[in-house]
């Protein structure tokens, strides 16, 4: 060390600092750092990308596909995995039977058959029906039932202000079916459905496939 009055003092030996091994030291600090936020950033990464595939089997256009076999008079394709449709047969009748576990939901039932049977019902297990729309590509129809007095109200699409009368060749009965315990109220309960018959004109030149939609109470 060299002093003001220039003479020179040495350090002992111990006191010496040797300037590499801190740098190296610093430098091994900070790639420890470095590799510690690479490793953290990676795994919210992975952890990001896991989120997003859930929410894309939840929330994305994923499609369900409900047929039981080859033989199946029907495929049915739903866009949400807790919504399930049913088909019950009886002669000459079809019943399809929707149970939806958010209340919103969509399905395209499509025939395998050469025709629609003569006689389609619809049965939804839901606590309102705001809307209802069934269409055969060409037309659609729209329903929709009060909450409060239960009156249905249809009209085609596009058409709300001219709602059809029972002499319209879409015109559709919309029933509210109870359990014994709950009849005759304006909205189905727990164990409740609304049914309906579709239209013989709707299917009348037995399209390939029909779609519904339907929303029990809008949010």
């Given at each position: 060390m060299l002093h003001a009055n220039g003479t020179r003092h040495f350090l002992p030996a111990h006191c010496y600092v040797d300037t590499d091994f801190v740098c190296l030291d610093r430098i091994d600090a900070m790639m420890n750092?470095?590799?510690?936020?690479?490793?953290e950033a990676a795994t919210m990464l992975h952890c990001s990308a896991i989120r997003v595939f859930v929410l894309t089997l939840l929330l994305?256009?994923?499609?369900?596909?409900?047929?039981?076999d080859a033989d199946s008079p029907f495929t049915i394709t739903t866009k949400r995995g807790g919504d399930q449709v049913k088909v019950e047969v009886e002669t000459e009748k079809k019943c399809f039977v929707v149970r939806s576990?958010?209340?919103?939901?969509?399905?395209?039932?499509?025939?395998?058959?050469?025709?629609?049977?003569?006689?389609?019902?619809?049965?939804?297990?839901?606590?309102?029906l705001e809307n209802f729309r069934v269409s055969n590509g060409e037309d659609c129809l729209?329903?929709?039932v009060s909450h409060q007095d239960?009156?249905?109200?249809?009209?085609?699409?596009?058409?709300?202000?001219?709602?059809?009368?029972?002499?319209?060749?879409?015109?559709?009965?919309?029933?509210?079916?109870?359990?014994?315990?709950?009849?005759?109220?304006?909205?189905?309960?727990?164990?409740?459905?609304?049914?309906?018959?579709?239209?013989k004109a709707l299917l009348e030149d037995d399209p390939k496939s029909i779609e519904l939609k339907w929303i029990d109470f809008y949010r």
């Open positions: 750092a470095f590799t510690t936020n690479r490793v994305g256009p994923v499609s369900f596909v409900f047929a039981q576990s958010t209340g919103i939901g969509r399905a395209i039932i499509e025939r395998n058959g050469t025709n629609w049977p003569k006689t389609v019902l619809v049965r939804l297990h839901l606590k309102g729209v329903a929709a239960g009156k249905a109200s249809l009209w085609m699409d596009g058409e709300e202000t001219s709602l059809l009368d029972s002499q319209h060749p879409y015109w559709m009965k919309i029933r509210v079916v109870e359990n014994e315990e709950s009849p005759g109220q304006p909205n189905p309960s727990k164990d409740g459905w609304f049914q309906m018959q579709l239209p």
